[in-house]
């Protein structure tokens, strides 16, 4: 790829964007990056103290741009965690997506790609409402061998009844098992939107007051005879005086059976919902998830946090405030309060 510039003439936007581009417009490549620094303080079980961080929640290097006008690209690293606690943090690929446009309303998703199961876990970590994704939204990750819900593959999108109806179907690797030798994994998804549609490889979290979207979606995750399932709703609907409401509630259910028994049977919900206040850019948000495994053997545990976030300059420029609590169904309640600050510019 570097090669292949260094052959074109260059040249460089210097509008807001950092974007090198050949001289006829047929190829180019933006540059940018994401921090969301994070101070964080978690009271520890049996009146153990409490835990005090300031690390890096995301650092993130991102590139993308197009080939032709029907390939394009997205490449992100990430160190997540980086300064907490004792534990090393090292820099790794969190995406590479190369899509092919065959048409408008049908793409072709190629590399370590999200599997699209559920909404929560395939939207944008720049855009989400609370602090982070929902606790339970990536627990297919580890039996799966996955990387915080990305596997590598192939997935189809495709946009129907006048963009109203998202169907994404995908095979992956998944656990391949000793001499690869597992069957592959297969992840679908539809979503209705009665309105505008979300037509992003990664969905939004919340459009700030820009769009109205509703999205009523379901999906699937499938290999051997392991099988999660989902059914979510994620509503954001615009207000006068640009304010803002955003509500997503979406349920997954997860069965490792035999092929995975580090993932018991278990019913998982997360719920959010917040309020942009647009005159002063202020927002307020909530969130509650709960954990049930059928074995009454196995704690489950509820979870809820409470925040501000204020938005001067968009998403580039985010200061976020929370508090929260761990309930396990057994056991201590667990405080934990975040301070947030996002950096983002692509």
């Not at 994620?234 to 995975?260: C, E, H, K, S």
């Not at 300059?313 to 508090?323: D, E």
Request: aromatic share 14%; glycine share 10%; with cysteine.
């Amino acid at each position: 790829m570097a090669a292949a510039f260094l052959l074109c003439s260059i040249t460089i936007a210097v509008a807001g964007e950092w974007k090198l581009e050949s001289k006829d417009g047929g190829s180019s490549v933006k540059l940018g990056f994401l921090v969301q620094a994070r101070a964080e303080f978690t009271d520890l079980a049996d009146d153990g103290g409490t835990a005090r961080d300031l690390y890096f929640r995301r650092l993130r290097l991102m590139a993308g741009g197009k080939l032709t006008d029907r390939w394009t690209f997205f490449l992100e690293t990430d160190s997540p965690g980086l300064g907490k606690g004792n534990a090393a943090s090292d820099v790794f690929i969190q995406d590479f997506v190369v899509t092919y446009h065959h048409a408008k309303n049908l793409m072709v998703d190629v590399g370590l790609l999200l599997v699209p199961l559920a909404h929560n876990s395939n939207q944008s970590a720049v855009t989400l409402l609370p602090v982070d994704y929902g606790a339970y939204s990536f627990l297919n990750s580890a039996p799966t061998r996955s990387r915080v819900g990305r596997d590598y593959g192939i997935s189809v999108r495709s946009y129907l009844a006048n963009d109203h109806l998202e169907v994404r179907l995908g095979v992956y690797d998944g656990w391949r098992g000793e001499d690869s030798t597992n069957g592959l994994r297969w992840v679908g998804r539809v979503a209705w939107y009665p309105f505008e549609i979300d037509r992003g490889f990664f969905y939004t979290g919340t459009t700030l007051g820009k769009k109205r979207i509703l999205a009523i979606g379901a999906g699937f995750d499938k290999q051997e005879d392991y099988l999660a399932w989902s059914a979510d709703v994620f509503w954001d609907q615009p207000l006068r005086g640009g304010n803002a409401i955003t509500f997503q509630a979406q349920f997954v259910r997860y069965d490792g059976d035999t092929f995975f028994p580090s993932l018991p049977p278990q019913d998982t919900w997360t719920v959010e919902a917040g309020y942009l206040f647009g005159a002063t850019n202020f927002g307020i948000f909530a969130t509650w998830l709960t954990k049930d495994p059928d074995d009454p053997g196995i704690e489950g545990e509820d979870r809820w946090q409470a925040g501000v976030a204020f938005y001067p300059a968009g998403y580039s420029r985010v200061l976020k405030v929370a508090w929260g609590r761990i309930r396990p169904d057994d056991g201590e309640d667990v405080d934990q309060f975040i301070v947030q600050l996002q950096l983002f510019h692509f």
